[in-house]
């Protein structure tokens, strides 16, 4: 399983909202086709596919827990982890 698919597995539990490293989001969100902009601290990513724009700031290393749930509805919605083995 890749670090990828283990963040995505993470997530979807959804039981440890509060202990994801930012940069593990960044990544997942990028591995997933996101586009970044970035102005200041917040972290901005937008898909093609996906209607939502992601505003996503850091919280010390750790990412914010409501915006982590944000993540993991558009990842359902959107059944973004499809094709993965998740």
Do not use: C, T, W
Request: net charge positive; no cysteine; glycine share 6%.
């Amino acid at each position: 399983m890749s670090q990828i698919e283990k963040i995505i597995e993470k997530l979807l539990l959804g039981k440890s909202d509060n202990n994801f490293r930012f940069n593990e989001i960044v990544q997942l969100l990028e591995s997933l086709g996101f586009n970044k902009r970035i102005k200041g601290d917040h972290f901005i990513f937008y898909a093609e596919n996906v209607n939502e724009i992601l505003n996503i700031q850091p919280n010390g290393s750790k990412a914010k827990a409501y915006q982590v749930k944000q993540i993991r509805n558009v990842i359902i919605k959107y059944k973004l982890n499809e094709g993965r083995n998740v």
